[in-house]
Every structure is written in structure tokens, then in C-alpha cells.
């Protein structure tokens, strides 16, 4: 469950906050504890990148290129001193599709969608979204997150962090082709990394000769052009509560230092955008990427023959600040994109999982249950052709809130067999949308079918 009230610092830091505010008026921001080494950071941000370049098409444009490095370059040479991280390597690529959306990893690397550009107004407002990814980064809010989130070793993280860039932020699990559209909770950030983010960036910016509120203004931008589907930037970096406000507020106690005056390679680059053929969709482009990728299940490990029935047993797993959920000892837990699948040997394979279940939670932007229930299940026809039509759903209880259930029938892509897709959907207190998909072959959906309910009724909400 996500936090309700949004707070900088850790509570043992209150007094510290106080006296900063008092002389300053600034937010102090402290950056949040993190297991992992700044090194692990560098690491894992230059693993996921390699992954990036092979699945998304760059641009290679030097308009394009002189307008981000500049910014990129400024934002940099304004980062705190007390959050520069000397091994980080900040790297600004273009990724030629249409979204508006942006992305950082750990360690330094930003990738900006074609999109974004083309939708700022000036270039402060892409500086506004490059110093608040940038602030992401100095702050390490990725290990941070996987910190709370996870116990998850380097290794692992790296699957998830991945996943959560191609299957959540930039594209969706279904642009891939998978058969689950894995939703979109453990790697987007929290509110209180967002706010964080926001007010750091707009430090940086003010140092860096960009006036802050244009950050503010991007965001409506980006707000009021998301198109169908809803902004996929909003998606990954939901807002904290009154946004705009709170930047505002920051902003006017903040001096711009050296105001940018010279802003031609913007102009210069949204022209050069302007001439080049349309940017493909992230869906397109991924899609590409794939047909050019191996076969569907890369490790033979799907292998339903093999599947042994759910053990009596119950492994009790916590994720991250959001949830404990208990389910069979004999399932694994396999970080995907943004949501957790736990299934037994031989059941999964890259991105599909044939008996097992998916729990993750996506942002709901103000729906009613029953909508996002709607939504939840029209995603998962995206990715599934075959997928049946839920006949209506029935009241169940999950973590002691009042949630939806259905069955939905399916043939699989991957297998070719007929399955069943039970699906549980509960809105959290912050209105997104916790949901469990408990997937088994038709033939098998009456064994499995207690065992979802047993996992799905052993949720508990962390508060
Ligand atoms: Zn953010």
C-alpha cells in the first residue's frame, strides 16, 4: 500500500527538517535508506541500459543530441554536492517513439521519449522533466524502492527493474507480447520519492538557469496530452497530491541562478523533429524488437508435464511496504515488471506463466472498482486475442476491503490449450488497484481454484 501522507524525512529526521525550514525555507531532502552500494547503483543501471538499447529504437539525431546533452549537461553541474555520486554516469538518449514519457535508471542513464520533446512548450519544459528524472537518480530512489520493496538479490532486481522499463513504464507487458500485462506497482515510484523528486528537481533546475515552475507547466502538459490510455509518464511517477502547487510554493524560494537565455537548440531540435518521419508507437517499436528476439519461451522451462500440484504448505512473502501475501511453498516468487508472479517449476517461461498466480498494483486514476475492474481485464485482452468476456462478477473480500471476482476462459498463445483466468481486483485506500490473476489449465482450474482462493484470502494490507 502506498503512503497517504507524503513526508521528505524519515520521522527520526523531523528536527532536522524544522531547523532547515526555519533558517532556510527550503525542503531538505534527505535521501531514503538504500541496502544497496552506490556501485551496485552504476552496476545495475548499466545492465538494464544495454537492455534498453537492444529493445527500443534510439535516435541519433545531433539536433536532437546538442539540445539534451546541454540540458543534460547543466542539470548535472547543478546536482547538490552531498548527492553527486562521482562514479554515476549520465548518459541522455533519445528513444524515437511518439509517447510522451521519460525514463532514468540507477546510476545515470536517461532515456527521453521523441514524444516528451516534441510536446514541451520550451526547453525548460523538457529540463523540468530531466531534472526530476535526474533527482530520481541522485536520490538512487530505484535501489531505494527495490530496498523496501524487495529481497531481492542484484541479480534478480536487475529482471525486475528491466521488466518494469520495457513491460511497465515504456511500452506495456502486452506491447511485448506476453501473455499477462504485469501491472505497474513495484518500480514505479511511491509519492514520497515523487515529492521528493519534484522538490529537488526544481533545486536543480533553479541552478542550473531553469525557472522551476516550467517543471510544474510540463506536467500539465503532459497531463492534459497523455491521450488514450492515460499519460504513461503519470503511470510511473504518480502525483504526490497538489503537485503543481507544491512546485510553485518551492519555486518562490528559490532564486533562477544565470537565467539560460540562448535556448535556439530546442528550437533548432523540435524543428529537426518536425522533418524527420513520424516516431512508430512503443508498441510498434517493441513489437519490431521482439520479432527480431528468439524463440517465446527462451529457457525451456515452461514445461506443464513437470508442474507439481500446489503444496498444503504456505510461504509467507512480504511485498515491499504494500502487502503480505502466503502461497504454496512449492511456488516461486519471480519478480516481473511491476507485479509478482508466484508459480511452481515448469509453469513459466519469459513473460507467461501457465499455473501460478500474478498479484500486482496498478494506478487508478479516480475509477470505481467495477471500471478498473473493467480496465484490468480489457488489458489483459490486449495482450490475450483469445481471451473470453467475464459473465459478471461476484463480492469478495481481499485485506478486508470489498473486492470483485470472475472467472474468465482463455486459450493460451504460448501453450495452445484451453485455461482459466480467475481474476480479484480490490481498490487500495489510495484508489489504485491491487488485483490477483490465479492462472491453470482448464482441466485443472477446480484443483487450483481453492488454492487462489486461499492465497487471495491470506492478503494482508500494510498500512
Ligand atoms: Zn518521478
Redesign the pocket.
Known sequence: MHRRCARILPAVSVGVLLSAVATSGQAVITPPSNKYTVAQDLELGQKAAAEVDKELPMLRDAAVTTLTTSIGRRLVDAIPQELRHPEFRYTFQVVNVKEINAFALPGGPMYLNRGMIVAARSEGEVAGVMA??L??VALR?GTAQATKATKYEIGTLLGAVVGSIIGGNVGSAVAQGTQFGLGTAFLR?GRE??RQ??LLGSHIMADAGYDPLEMASMFKTIQQQGGSGGPQWLS??PDPGDRYTAITREAALLEVQDPVRDTRAFTQAQARLRQLPAAPSTEEATRKAAGRAAAPVPDGRLDPGRVAPPSSAHTLYTEGDLFRVGVPSNWRELPGGNAVIFAPDGAYGEGVFTHGVEIGVTPNEAHDLRTATNELVASLARGNPNLGKPSGYDRVTIGGRQGLHTVISNVSDTTGQQERIAVFAVLLPDASLLHVLGVAPRERFSDYEGTFRQVVASIRLME
Do not use: N, T, V
Request: charged share 25%.
Open positions: 526530476h528524472e533527482s530520481h530512489h515510484f520519492f515523487e523528486a519534484d510511473s511517477h
